[in-house]
């Protein structure tokens, strides 16, 4: 018995990459349809979020006024919970590694980027469930869309490519460090300030002034004013062109980095 050992191409062209991603990806949609545990933080995270401040700290934000303040978190929940997500998948990339899954993957005749570009597209049905429960909580609790159906489809869709920007750090952090539990410390410390010091759950006007100086420009604030205003009706121009800015930032930055730990880790 012999044993072939396929070697993958030293040139492939950017269509047989994306073929290859696609295939990969469609690998870990099945992979998440076989263990649907993989969406219980998309699912119950943003569960969480809503009802604890909204009903816990809602009525002191918005004195009293606890509708108010549903219409003007749910789109900013919505963007933070997006960063969230798109954060867990380099602690699932950093378990593939020290697991040997991406040795075999080297073995076969495959664009060798395409297993981390597979494992982000398959992402994005994480990114898709998190933001229908999301909607379909804040609808009974009493949130109502305040434009039309069109604008909340424009909304989510800016909400998944935002997703796809940001999970390159993820990936990043995933590659470099040794153990899954050392990539899930490092992003909560990176998670936690950036979600918490943004207008998602208060005004940036009532924080102090080196505060309110981040709050206003960062990513998540600015996203969430575009899917406000895209929601809600109001001005989204300005906040969602701050927000493509950070994304291309995000994306020139991390994911040379990203593909240059994958390149050195596996």
Known sequence: MTTMTASAPLRLSPARVFQDGISLAWRGVLKIRKNP???????????????????????????????????????????????????????????????????????????????????VLADLVRYVVCMVVLLV?????????????????????LLLVFGLCTCWISVFVGMLMKTPGAVQGVMFVFLMPLTFGSDVFAPADTMPGWLRAWAE???????????????NGGEFAGPLLGAFGWMAGLVAVFFPLAMWAYRRRV
């Open 37 to 119: 545990e993989q969406l219980i933080d998309v699912t119950l995270m943003p569960i969480t979020f809503l009802v604890m401040f909204v009903y816990i700290f809602g009525g002191a934000i918005a004195n009293g006024d606890i509708g108010a303040y549903l219409q003007r978190v749910v789109p900013g929940v919505m963007a933070m919970n997006i960063l969230q997500a798109s954060m867990t998948i380099g602690t699932s990339l950093n378990t593939d590694v020290s697991k040997g899954l991406f040795d075999r993957f080297r073995s076969m005749p495959i664009a060798r980027s395409a297993p981390l570009i597979g494992a």
């Open 217 to 231: 420009i960062s990513p998540v604030s600015l996203m969430a004013n575009a899917a406000r205003g895209l929601m």
């Open 137 to 157: 909580v804040a609808t009974v609790m009493g949130y109502r869309l305040q434009t039309d159906f069109a604008s909340l489809l424009v909304t989510i869709a």
